[in-house]
Protein backbone atom coordinates (compact mmCIF):
# COMPACT_ATOMS: atom_id res chain seq x y z
CA UNK A 1 0.00 0.00 0.00
CA UNK A 2 1.59 3.30 -0.80
CA UNK A 3 1.47 6.35 0.71
CA UNK A 4 -1.71 8.15 -1.08
CA UNK A 5 -3.64 4.76 -0.94
CA UNK A 6 -2.97 4.91 3.02
CA UNK A 7 -4.47 8.08 3.22
CA UNK A 8 -7.69 6.91 1.01
CA UNK A 9 -7.76 3.69 3.00
CA UNK A 10 -7.63 5.75 6.19
CA UNK A 11 -9.72 8.37 5.51
CA UNK A 12 -12.42 6.13 4.46
CA UNK A 13 -12.30 4.09 7.66
CA UNK A 14 -12.62 7.48 9.36
CA UNK A 15 -15.99 8.36 7.74
CA UNK A 16 -17.88 5.20 8.14
CA UNK A 17 -15.78 5.52 11.98
CA UNK A 18 -17.70 8.55 12.52
CA UNK A 19 -21.41 7.21 11.34
CA UNK A 20 -21.35 4.83 13.46
CA UNK A 21 -20.28 6.90 16.00
CA UNK A 22 -23.16 9.28 15.48
CA UNK A 23 -25.71 6.09 14.83
CA UNK A 24 -24.71 5.11 18.38
CA UNK A 25 -24.97 8.61 19.88
CA UNK A 26 -28.63 9.10 19.02
CA UNK A 27 -29.55 5.63 19.82
CA UNK A 28 -28.72 6.14 23.18
CA UNK A 29 -30.88 9.69 22.93
CA UNK A 30 -33.90 7.86 21.96
CA UNK A 31 -33.13 4.83 24.28
CA UNK A 32 -34.08 6.12 27.56
CA UNK A 33 -33.37 8.94 29.57
CA UNK A 34 -30.24 10.77 29.91
CA UNK A 35 -28.01 9.50 33.38
CA UNK A 36 -25.93 11.86 35.60
CA UNK A 37 -22.96 9.96 34.39
CA UNK A 38 -24.43 10.19 30.55
CA UNK A 39 -24.79 13.93 31.40
CA UNK A 40 -21.37 14.59 32.90
CA UNK A 41 -19.98 12.73 29.95
CA UNK A 42 -21.46 14.90 27.04
CA UNK A 43 -20.67 18.10 29.01
CA UNK A 44 -17.33 17.31 28.85
CA UNK A 45 -15.21 18.97 25.93
CA UNK A 46 -13.58 15.72 24.91
CA UNK A 47 -17.03 13.85 24.07
CA UNK A 48 -16.19 12.58 21.04
CA UNK A 49 -19.39 12.87 18.94
CA UNK A 50 -18.85 16.78 19.67
CA UNK A 51 -15.81 16.46 17.46
CA UNK A 52 -17.84 15.16 14.52
CA UNK A 53 -19.95 18.10 15.12
CA UNK A 54 -17.61 20.17 14.55
CA UNK A 55 -15.99 18.79 11.42
CA UNK A 56 -15.74 20.66 8.41
CA UNK A 57 -18.37 20.63 5.30
CA UNK A 58 -21.44 20.03 7.71
CA UNK A 59 -24.46 21.69 6.42
CA UNK A 60 -26.34 24.29 8.17
CA UNK A 61 -29.14 21.86 10.12
CA UNK A 62 -26.47 19.74 11.25
CA UNK A 63 -24.80 22.80 12.77
CA UNK A 64 -27.55 24.16 14.13
CA UNK A 65 -28.06 20.58 15.99
CA UNK A 66 -24.82 20.57 17.28
CA UNK A 67 -24.59 24.19 18.57
CA UNK A 68 -27.61 23.90 20.47
CA UNK A 69 -26.51 20.65 22.13
CA UNK A 70 -23.19 22.35 22.75
CA UNK A 71 -25.36 25.42 24.41
CA UNK A 72 -27.58 23.77 26.47
CA UNK A 73 -24.37 21.27 27.71
CA UNK A 74 -22.38 24.13 28.44
CA UNK A 75 -24.78 24.23 31.51
CA UNK A 76 -23.43 27.33 33.11
CA UNK A 77 -23.14 26.63 36.64
CA UNK A 78 -26.01 24.89 36.50
CA UNK A 79 -26.69 21.75 38.97
CA UNK A 80 -25.96 18.42 37.13
CA UNK A 81 -29.49 16.92 39.10
CA UNK A 82 -31.60 19.98 37.96
CA UNK A 83 -30.59 19.94 34.19
CA UNK A 84 -31.01 15.59 34.64
CA UNK A 85 -34.32 16.21 36.20
CA UNK A 86 -35.48 18.60 32.95
CA UNK A 87 -34.47 16.41 30.69
CA UNK A 88 -36.39 13.49 32.30
CA UNK A 89 -39.49 15.50 31.90
CA UNK A 90 -38.65 16.45 28.55
CA UNK A 91 -37.83 12.77 27.30
CA UNK A 92 -41.43 11.65 28.80
CA UNK A 93 -43.29 14.20 27.52
CA UNK A 94 -41.55 13.29 23.66
CA UNK A 95 -41.02 9.80 23.80
CA UNK A 96 -43.28 8.00 26.48
CA UNK A 97 -46.57 9.75 25.57
CA UNK A 98 -47.21 11.45 28.23
CA UNK A 99 -48.60 14.78 26.09
CA UNK A 100 -49.41 12.87 23.06
CA UNK A 101 -47.80 14.34 20.92
CA UNK A 102 -45.48 13.43 19.37
CA UNK A 103 -46.97 10.09 18.70
CA UNK A 104 -45.30 6.89 20.03
CA UNK A 105 -41.70 7.11 18.34
CA UNK A 106 -41.94 3.69 16.24
CA UNK A 107 -42.12 3.59 12.04
CA UNK A 108 -45.41 1.67 12.46
CA UNK A 109 -47.42 4.92 14.09
CA UNK A 110 -46.17 7.30 11.53
CA UNK A 111 -46.08 5.09 8.58
CA UNK A 112 -49.43 3.16 8.90
CA UNK A 113 -52.94 4.19 7.91
CA UNK A 114 -54.25 3.69 11.37
CA UNK A 115 -51.40 5.14 12.62
CA UNK A 116 -50.69 2.42 15.38
CA UNK A 117 -48.22 0.23 16.96
CA UNK A 118 -46.65 -3.69 15.44
CA UNK A 119 -48.11 -2.98 11.85
CA UNK A 120 -46.50 -3.86 8.56
CA UNK A 121 -43.29 -1.65 8.72
CA UNK A 122 -42.67 -3.41 12.24
CA UNK A 123 -42.95 -6.52 10.12
CA UNK A 124 -40.61 -5.90 7.29
CA UNK A 125 -37.94 -3.98 9.95
CA UNK A 126 -37.51 -7.31 11.65
CA UNK A 127 -36.98 -9.00 8.58
CA UNK A 128 -34.28 -6.86 7.98
CA UNK A 129 -32.55 -7.86 11.25
CA UNK A 130 -33.53 -11.11 10.84
CA UNK A 131 -31.80 -11.13 7.41
CA UNK A 132 -28.53 -9.32 8.84
CA UNK A 133 -28.40 -12.07 11.47
CA UNK A 134 -29.10 -9.40 14.41
CA UNK A 135 -32.55 -9.84 16.69
CA UNK A 136 -33.21 -7.46 19.44
CA UNK A 137 -32.15 -7.15 22.95
CA UNK A 138 -34.88 -9.09 25.03
CA UNK A 139 -34.49 -6.67 27.66
CA UNK A 140 -35.64 -3.43 25.48
CA UNK A 141 -39.17 -3.76 25.13
CA UNK A 142 -40.60 -1.14 22.48
CA UNK A 143 -40.98 -2.72 19.45
CA UNK A 144 -38.43 -3.60 16.47
CA UNK A 145 -38.92 -0.40 14.92
CA UNK A 146 -38.82 1.87 17.79
CA UNK A 147 -36.32 5.05 16.50
CA UNK A 148 -33.65 3.38 18.75
CA UNK A 149 -33.15 0.12 17.48
CA UNK A 150 -33.63 1.41 13.90
CA UNK A 151 -30.41 3.43 14.63
CA UNK A 152 -29.01 0.61 16.65
CA UNK A 153 -28.95 -1.44 13.79
CA UNK A 154 -27.57 0.93 11.60
CA UNK A 155 -24.90 1.44 14.23
CA UNK A 156 -24.25 -2.35 14.01
CA UNK A 157 -24.10 -2.16 10.13
CA UNK A 158 -21.94 0.35 10.48
CA UNK A 159 -19.57 -1.53 13.23
CA UNK A 160 -19.59 -4.60 10.48
CA UNK A 161 -18.38 -2.66 7.45
CA UNK A 162 -15.76 -0.67 9.48
CA UNK A 163 -14.36 -4.20 10.59
CA UNK A 164 -14.59 -5.88 7.32
CA UNK A 165 -12.24 -2.72 6.08
CA UNK A 166 -9.89 -3.27 9.06
CA UNK A 167 -9.74 -7.00 7.77
CA UNK A 168 -9.45 -5.57 3.80
CA UNK A 169 -12.27 -7.70 3.03
CA UNK A 170 -13.96 -5.10 0.23
CA UNK A 171 -16.63 -7.66 -0.96
CA UNK A 172 -17.78 -7.43 2.69
CA UNK A 173 -17.85 -4.10 3.50
CA UNK A 174 -19.75 -3.00 0.32
CA UNK A 175 -22.29 -6.01 1.25
CA UNK A 176 -22.88 -4.54 4.59
CA UNK A 177 -23.30 -0.86 3.34
CA UNK A 178 -25.87 -1.97 0.67
CA UNK A 179 -27.68 -3.05 3.38
CA UNK A 180 -27.50 0.15 5.11
CA UNK A 181 -28.49 1.89 2.24
CA UNK A 182 -31.33 -0.04 1.69
CA UNK A 183 -32.68 0.54 5.60
CA UNK A 184 -32.09 3.74 5.19
CA UNK A 185 -34.23 4.12 1.65
CA UNK A 186 -37.05 1.79 3.00
CA UNK A 187 -37.46 2.87 6.14
CA UNK A 188 -35.46 5.61 7.95
CA UNK A 189 -35.73 8.12 5.33
CA UNK A 190 -39.67 7.61 4.90
CA UNK A 191 -39.95 8.89 8.33
CA UNK A 192 -37.55 10.49 10.28
CA UNK A 193 -38.53 13.64 8.49
CA UNK A 194 -41.87 14.17 10.32
CA UNK A 195 -40.89 12.17 13.16
CA UNK A 196 -38.14 15.06 14.15
CA UNK A 197 -40.24 18.00 12.77
CA UNK A 198 -43.05 16.71 15.79
CA UNK A 199 -40.07 16.85 18.23
CA UNK A 200 -38.63 20.16 16.97
CA UNK A 201 -42.02 21.40 17.82
CA UNK A 202 -43.31 19.81 20.61
CA UNK A 203 -39.80 19.63 22.94
CA UNK A 204 -39.78 22.18 25.51
CA UNK A 205 -35.56 22.63 26.11
CA UNK A 206 -33.04 22.53 23.08
CA UNK A 207 -31.59 19.45 24.34
CA UNK A 208 -33.83 17.46 22.14
CA UNK A 209 -34.51 19.86 20.08
CA UNK A 210 -30.52 19.73 19.06
CA UNK A 211 -30.96 15.48 18.99
CA UNK A 212 -33.83 16.17 16.35
CA UNK A 213 -31.65 18.45 13.94
CA UNK A 214 -28.91 16.39 13.85
CA UNK A 215 -30.73 12.77 13.52
CA UNK A 216 -32.86 14.84 10.58
CA UNK A 217 -29.73 16.22 8.91
CA UNK A 218 -27.55 12.82 9.16
CA UNK A 219 -30.65 10.72 7.78
CA UNK A 220 -31.41 13.27 5.38
CA UNK A 221 -27.67 12.91 4.20
CA UNK A 222 -27.35 9.42 4.31
CA UNK A 223 -28.96 8.41 1.20
CA UNK A 224 -26.47 10.08 -1.06
CA UNK A 225 -23.49 9.58 1.20
CA UNK A 226 -23.85 5.80 1.46
CA UNK A 227 -24.67 5.26 -2.25
CA UNK A 228 -21.19 7.20 -2.62
CA UNK A 229 -19.48 5.12 -0.23
CA UNK A 230 -20.40 2.18 -1.85
CA UNK A 231 -19.03 3.80 -5.24
CA UNK A 232 -16.09 5.31 -3.40
CA UNK A 233 -12.41 4.95 -4.12
CA UNK A 234 -12.27 3.34 -0.40
CA UNK A 235 -13.78 0.13 -1.97
CA UNK A 236 -11.60 -0.05 -5.20
CA UNK A 237 -9.15 -2.21 -5.77
CA UNK A 238 -6.43 -0.05 -5.45
CA UNK A 239 -7.38 1.60 -2.28
CA UNK A 240 -6.95 -1.88 0.12
CA UNK A 241 -3.89 -3.88 -0.10
Known amino acids: MNADNAVGRDGYLAVNRNRRLLYAFLSRMYEKEVTLDLLKELSS ?74 QEPRDEVLYAYWNAGVDKVKDFTEPEDHIAIELQFMEYLCRKT ?61 RGAIGDLIEGRGLSPDSVS
Open 162 to 222: VEALERDERDEAKKYLQIQKKFVDDHLAKWVPQFTKDIIENADVDFYKGVAYVTRAFIGSE
Open 45 to 118: ESTPVFRVGGSEGLDDEFKKGFEMLGRYLSLSGRDLNEVKLELAVDYANLFLGLRGKPPHPSESVYRSADHSLF
